[in-house]
């Protein structure tokens, strides 16, 4: 399949066109349904040039939040913009912003080539973008098929082609690698990529936390319609690892007594290794080297991005399992 390339970058588009930088910005938002506070007066920038992932458990109002960007529920309170209007205020909004949030919202007698023009005419774009997109999404095979009959697979790849098809400057996608195979995976992990490196927004919602460790630059994780957390990647995964660094060595157990301190604590699951809590590689191995000790291993701890979320937004999970050996009733009338 020949990749096609988006020649206008987002950067180029923002210029042309008189406003300042290509973001999201939610200020203060909050929405609620009855009693239900969805979303909880939160404040976040979508920048530009990096893929941001979007986080957060079952029920902690990422869909709502997705949905209040788009104008498709009024906020109670607070206000966001996309590329610094109301989205309902763009003249052209598929040339501002691409979305999808439910692959399925297609009528399932019209073909996927028939979908994506019916929605080009209504924005003058041309015939030749249609084409360009049924081969970029790898649905040349199956264009003129009724989107009915498609796979999860397939109707994701032609709600991808949707969200795209006004080459807008902020891209926003609700779990776009839901039914996908690998290499479909692969395909969609490329393309944000280069979509933030054309300088448009990309902002992605995943529950595959492999997934955005590979893809997303930033992340945004909500819990219970509050923010948790606004930050790296980076940042996020070594604020849930803490200062723990393996170390192997013919001289554990004398290292071990060097190591020990009021801060510092050490815990052995094998022999000859030793884990550090309280101290940093670099003063481990200054340690060792001053006492001319053998390292075979010296390495920092990191958690993944999955045990991370895990260990961030763990009280902030809506429907939890109940505990082996206590049933429903039981936990019901504690």
């Known amino acids: 399949m020949e990749e096609t390339k988006f020649v206008l970058t987002a950067e180029a588009r923002a210029v042309i066109r008189g406003y300042g930088q290509i973001m999201i910005e939610a200020t203060k938002l909050t929405k609620d349904y009855g009693e239900k506070r969805a979303v909880n007066d939160i404040s976040f920038t979508v920048r530009p040039g990096i893929v941001t992932g979007f986080l957060g458990p079952n029920g902690s109002g990422k869909s709502t939040t997705m949905r209040l960007i788009l104008g498709l529920d009024a906020p109670t309170a607070g206000d966001v913009r996309v590329n610094g ?20 919202s297609v009528h399932t007698g019209r073909s996927a080539y028939n979908h994506l023009l019916a929605l080009a005419q209504t924005q003058g774009i041309p015939r030749r ?4 997109l049924i081969d970029l999404v790898g649905l040349h095979e199956v264009a003129r098929k009724r989107a009915g009959q498609f796979s999860l697979g397939m109707g994701q790849r032609l709600g991808i082609a949707t969200a795209l098809l006004g080459d807008p400057a902020t891209v926003m996608l609700d779990e776009p690698v839901n039914g996908l195979d690998p290499e479909g995976v692969h395909w969609i992990r490329n393309l944000l990529k280069q ?8 902002f992605v919602s995943s529950h595959l936390m492999s997934e955005m460790a590979l893809t997303a630059d930033h992340l945004i994780v909500i819990g219970r319609g509050r923010l948790i957390a606004d930050m790296s990647v980076d940042e996020f995964v070594q604020k849930a690892s803490g200062a723990l660094v393996r170390v192997r060595s013919p001289e554990a157990t004398r290292l071990r007594e060097l190591v020990l301190g009021p801060h510092v604590s050490v815990a052995s699951s094998e022999s000859g290794v030793i884990e550090v809590e309280g101290l940093t590689a670099e003063q481990i191995g200054e340690i060792a080297a001053s006492h001319k000790i053998v390292l075979h291993e010296l390495t920092p701890v ?10 961030l937004t763990r009280d902030e999970v809506e429907f939890k399992p109940v505990e082996s050996g206590v049933t429903e009733r039981e936990e019901l009338a504690a």
């Open 195 to 202: 979509l933030a490196a054309e300088g448009r927004t990309v």
């Open 302 to 311: 990191q958690a993944s991005l999955e045990e991370a979320f895990m260990e």
């Open 129 to 132: 973008r249609v084409n360009e």
């Open 85 to 104: 209007k109301h989205y309902r205020d763009h003249a052209s909004p598929l040339h501002e912003v691409g979305a999808l949030l439910e692959a399925r």
